[in-house]
């Protein structure tokens, strides 16, 4: 079974499904949801077999397939995935169908065409799956890029107040730093004798000058993508201004692109500039954290709070990044795979709040957990598990980030600390507001305030709910495919772990 | 009197060129003899049939390498361009023969009546238009053929005013908004004439310049200019000075700033189908004959020209860029992108060796198709006064005529350098080499320009899918086959060499090397 093409069928599928659910006829919108669902969970079921099929404690990276493209140039079709892409995979898997099941009657609202809707979900979910796949650098570009295109129409056509605005600015930041990307990538081909193969890439030996802007080339595109300070202006208005189901998307995967892209480019292919911009990418992050959380605690309006709290939680991810160490390591990618699953959930209650109530505004809410008691409890543990309470899981990712940089870099990690304090005030100050409370008055004259979850609702919102709670009590199935892989980065950016020191906590105890 | 000895010709190696020419005549006979009904159902014909008889001589003559009558070089870059300029004119003579969108065609009848007369109401909207326009684009793809081959300054001077002349004239012909058609052409000529002077003047220096070499004649056919850069006693004044007016008038043609103040005008006011054909197949023209005077003639000089040549090209994409964030004009934007465009092609034309020739040729024939197709989108869009061509109008077009704008769409996409398109293919193709040249600075200017110029194709994307429709939003003709057929061909030869570039690629590269 390890031969099959796991990773070329699972960039593929989703593309072929779009294509059918786009030539659906727009007068059967429900076909066209049930074809693209049902799709989406073949893609998962396929994903699932792949997961088992991955060896943890084999090579580094699994599923490799090699393909010639532009053989006058050197491209490949080369799609591996290491124990990091291999999760984010997975994640893609789980949140798409739920995405689309949450979806369900988002698109009718625009007066857009439903089928295409969920096409562009589809096609969506086939970039997003070849950007991680991918282990050639070129066809990284490739998905990097054409992911844009999906992501803007969804924004543009079928989001909400801004709409133009915000897709327009969220396509043009991206490629911004897509172009900045492609110079370093026709830089890097150059240096590295016209290939494309990430790992020959890993073993070219380059000039420090050369090497430091080839980190700057790519480091710059990934942190407008991440998006790490002061690069993240684009989120809050697209992540506000995107259909619920697609800022899910958009935050809960597209923006781990950038992450995931320091991880697996930034680090191994340039490893000294990496080590000569910790201090700055460090800093950034740091900076992140603090600056998103005040931003957050004073939005008004629902979907740009939750964007807001995610660029703090990129700068955790940042900072488990650079920092080094296999626990930070680990942590930021864990980071990357609970945030994915708590700030999902978080966009896609809120999407559901919104919906009923018809604005996006807190102000507007105030005591809604007594008309919809359930989805108000959703909310409320959405929330907790944002804010990386004990026992969810982004609490194990957090923790793991800062003890992990706590061992190299004290300040970083006690400023960083300071973000989970502010965490807290965001989301409970949040959830006061629109949950707890006095009955806002004009909430009752609103039908749809008046239903509280429904089965559909129930049934997006339980496996997140699931998944969130499991692995905060047992995050090793995850951890233990992540793991070799961070040591495997860790070696190449030639970086051990501080050796414990039992002499300091032998004095302690004296 | 001594008996003049005519020189060998390899007639099979010219072939393309004098089956043009040849068809131009047949064309003009055809103007004259044949009544006025028949003129239209045989000149395109003809024309096409003529390029395609071309195209297959081009084909024939794939693995030839000479230089015939001492002027004429055919090789791996002739034939490439050669091919790549007659498949796009086949393309382009679909929509010039278009008459299906707009009755009577894109052209005017009778030029001569005076604009917006009664009489000229009255042929605007009964008679058919003008049979010349078969026989002078004939005649202008021949002179291109030329051009790309000329191995000698004075061919190639020969070859410019072959393809430039029926150009003036051709600008001049629209059926709508004549006026403005007509002030294109004027300033199209006038600018053009004093290019070609500048071209002119150029050449005489270079042959003073040849002057000094001692052990052979003066000449300005390329080699004996290649051994005078290296060898010739004369002042190098005269050869500065020579390469720079011979550049001046090149670049002129290849619309590079600042010699591209005709370009936005000219593309405005020129019928649409031209417009595209003179974006398409000009440009293939003029940057082929840049490459062969740059590669071949003044080789050796390339460290003196290449500073100058980049500044040419930093300021090209620089120009373009900028003024078409400020466009309102359809046709006016797409000027300035080909502008740009100009530009990103001089970066190739400036990185030395092989991977820069085949990767400028390469983009050549991407953004030809792309840019073609693009114009034929453009002369769908229509009211009752013709094509809507200010942006205003396009609001919400998406909404009306989703077929088209989502191929505009997609030709925009092409234009910013989105993966899967001609456009980031040919990108790639020209700044790989460019950067492996050392020319970083380029390719980084390149780059921050590419940035730019996304904003204003956003801007129609936004236009045609994002902004409700007005009542001014004008409707989308049903295209005739021939245009359908243009924009079928031109859609997927962007799609294909964005998503397969490699036959071409080999092709290209392996064509890259001038005889000499």
């Known amino acids: ?510 | 009197m001594t008996e003049l000895e005519l020189p060998p010709i390899d007639y099979a190696a010219i072939a393309p060129i004098l089956i043009m020419l040849g068809a131009a005549v047949l064309g003009v006979l055809v103007e004259a003899f044949v009544p006025r009904r028949l003129r239209h159902p045989v000149q395109l014909p003809l024309a096409l049939l003529a390029v395609l008889a071309a195209l297959t001589m081009v084909v024939v003559n794939a693995d030839k390498r000479v230089i015939t009558i001492g002027v004429v070089a055919v090789d791996g870059p002739t034939l490439f361009l050669q091919g790549a300029i007659l498949a796009l004119s086949a393309v382009a003579l679909l929509l010039l023969g278009e008459r299906a969108v707009e009755r009577g065609g894109a052209f005017v009848a009778q030029a001569a009546v005076t604009a917006d007369s009664p009489e000229d109401r009255r042929q605007a909207e009964n008679a058919g238009g003008a049979g010349e326009v078969y026989p002078l684009s004939t005649f202008a793809i021949g002179g291109m053929l030329i051009f790309v081959s000329a191995n000698d300054l004075l061919t190639m001077f020969i070859a410019l005013e072959v393809f430039s002349l029926p150009l003036y004239l051709l600008c001049a012909l629209a059926r709508r908004r004549r006026l403005l058609s007509q002030e294109a052409a004027m300033k199209y000529f006038l600018l053009g004439a004093y290019a070609s002077a500048f071209f002119l003047f150029g050449l005489a220096l270079i042959y003073g310049f040849t002057a000094g070499l001692g052990d052979r004649a003066a000449g300005v056919d390329f080699a004996t200019v290649n051994a005078a850069v290296a060898n010739s006693t004369a002042s190098p004044v005269l050869l500065f000075a020579g390469v720079a007016l011979v550049a001046i008038g090149l670049l002129f043609k290849a619309a590079a700033a600042p010699f591209h103040v005709w370009t936005p005008d000219v593309y405005q006011g020129a019928p649409t189908p031209l417009t595209g054909f003179m974006a398409a197949c000009t440009k293939v023209a003029a940057f082929g004959a840049l490459l062969r005077v740059f590669h071949v003639a003044f080789e050796g000089a390339r460290w003196d020209f290449t500073p100058v040549l980049g500044a040419v090209a930093v300021l090209t994409m620089l120009v373009g860029a900028l003024f078409a964030v400020t466009q309102t004009d359809i046709k006016r934007l797409l000027a300035y992108s080909s502008i740009a465009n100009a530009g990103y092609l001089l970066v190739g034309v400036l990185s030395p060796g092989s991977g820069g020739l085949s990767g400028t040729m390469f983009y050549l024939v991407a953004y030809g198709f792309t840019v073609l197709a693009a114009f034929a989108v453009v002369t769908l869009v229509r009211d009752a006064d013709g094509e809507a061509t200010h942006l205003s109008r396009w609001a919400g077009l998406g909404r009306r005529s989703p077929v088209y704008a989502a191929v505009f769409t997609f030709v925009l996409l092409a234009f910013a350098g989105i993966p899967m398109t001609s456009g980031f293919t040919s990108k790639f193709a020209v700044f790989g080499p460019a950067l492996e040249g050392g020319q970083v600075w380029l390719v980084i200017a390149g780059v921050l320009t590419s940035m730019v110029l996304a904003f204003p194709y956003l801007r129609v994307v936004v236009l045609m899918w994002l902004s409700e429709p007005g009542d001014s939003t004008p409707t989308v003709a049903v295209p005739g086959g021939l245009t359908s057929a243009a924009l079928v061909i031109g859609v997927l030869a962007t799609l294909v060499l964005g998503v397969a570039p490699e036959p071409l690629l080999s092709l290209a590269s392996s064509a890259a090397d001038f005889v000499r």
């Open chain 1, 1 to 510: 079974m390890s031969d099959f093409p796991f990773l070329s069928v699972l960039t593929v599928a989703p593309l072929v499904g779009a294509v059918v659910v786009a030539f659906l006829p727009r007068s059967r919108p429900t076909l066209a949801k049930q074809v693209a669902f049902g799709w989406s969970l073949l893609v998962l079921a396929l994903s699932v077999v792949m997961w088992v099929t991955f060896q943890v404690d084999g090579d580094r990276f699994q599923f490799r397939e090699s393909y010639p493209w532009i053989p006058n140039w050197g491209v490949n079709f080369t799609f591996a995935a290491d124990g990091i892409a291999l999760v984010m995979l997975m994640l893609i898997a789980v949140l798409v169908p739920l995405v689309i099941l949450a979806s369900w009657h988002d698109a009718e609202s625009s007066k857009r065409s439903v089928p295409v809707y969920f096409a562009l979900l589809l096609v969506l979910e086939c970039t997003m799956i070849g950007v991680f796949a991918a282990a050639d650098v070129f066809l990284f570009y490739v998905f990097f890029e054409v992911m844009l295109v999906p992501m803007y129409f969804l924004i543009g056509s079928y989001g909400g107040n801004q709409r133009q605005y915000a897709a327009v600015k969220f396509f043009l930041y991206s490629l911004v730093g897509g172009l900045f990307m492609l110079a370093a990538v026709i830089g890097l081909w150059v240096v590295g004798g016209k290939n494309f193969d990430w790992v020959a890439l890993s073993e070219v030996d380059i000039s420090t000058g050369a090497e430091r802007w080839l980190f700057l080339g790519f480091f710059v595109a990934f942190a407008i993508k991440a998006p790490f300070f002061p690069f993240h202006t684009w989120l809050p208005d697209a992540g506000g201004a995107a259909p619920a189901g697609a800022a899910a998307l958009l935050v809960g995967v597209l923006d781990k692109v950038g992450t995931f892209g320091i991880l697996r480019y930034c680090l191994p292919l340039f490893p000294d500039a990496a080590k000569w911009f910790a201090p700055w990418a460090l800093a950034l992050a740091v900076i992140g954290i603090i600056y998103a959380a005040l931003l957050a605690v004073g939005q008004n309006d629902l979907k740009r709070l939750v964007s807001y709290t995610s660029i703090a939680h990129f700068g955790f991810i940042g900072v488990g990044i650079f920092a080094f160490t296999t626990q930070a390591g680990t942590g930021a990618v864990l980071y990357m795979v609970n945030h994915g699953l708590a700030t999902g959930l978080l966009f896609l209650v809120v999407g559901m709040l919104i919906a009923r109530r018809g604005s996006a505004l807190v102000s507007d809410f105030g005591g809604a957990g007594k008309l919809v008691p359930l989805l108000a409890g959703v909310l409320f543990f959405a929330g907790l598990a944002s804010l990386a309470l004990p026992g969810t899981a982004p609490f194990v990712s957090e923790f793991l980030v800062l003890i992990g940089t706590f061992t190299v870099n004290k300040p970083v990690a006690v400023i960083a600390t300071l973000g989970i304090v502010l965490a807290a005030a965001y989301v409970l100050w949040m959830v006061q507001r629109t949950t707890q409370g006095t009955l806002n008055p004009a909430l009752t004259e609103i039908d749809g305030m008046k239903r509280d979850l429904t089965l559909r609702e129930k049934v997006v919102v339980a496996p997140l709910i699931a998944l969130i709670v499991l692995l905060g009590f047992y995050p090793k199935p995850v951890t233990d495919v992540i793991n070799p892989a961070i040591q495997a980065t860790m070696q190449d950016v030639d970086r051990t772990d501080p050796a414990p020191s039992v002499d300091t906590v032998q004095e302690a105890s004296r």
